[in-house]
């Protein structure tokens, strides 16, 4: 399935700057890896070292937060946007 990834300005070097890319991937997890392969470096500030989710970091299939789905196992329908947000953090 080809999905639409937005991504975020602090990883789009790993993007050659862009802010949307074409991945492709039936689940959430196969686009990660997807982006992977032709975004090398960008899995690493997605999952932790056991391949989960990161914590500061907030991703969507089109408006649903995967962490109340199924993780990296949420479908990524033809046409879905993917968004990768994130965490802020601060205050006084």
């Known amino acids: 399935m080809s999905v639409t ?3 975020p300005t602090i990883l789009r070097t790993y993007t050659g ?4 890319v074409a991945a492709e991937g ?3 997890g196969e686009v ?8 090398t470096g960008i899995a690493a500030r997605v999952l ?3 391949g ?8 969507y299939v089109n408006d649903d937060d995967v962490r109340f ?12 946007g993917v968004s990768i947000i994130p965490a802020v953090a601060g205050g006084c």
């Open 52 to 59: 989960r989710l990161r914590r500061f970091v907030n991703v």
């Open 69 to 80: 789905e199924q993780g990296l196992d949420t479908a990524t329908p033809e046409g879905a």
């Open 32 to 39: 990660i890896a997807d982006l992977e392969k032709n975004h």
């Open 48 to 50: 932790d070292d056991q």
């Open 5 to 7: 990834v937005r991504i």
């Open 17 to 20: 700057g862009q802010a949307e």
């Open 26 to 28: 039936a689940t959430l």
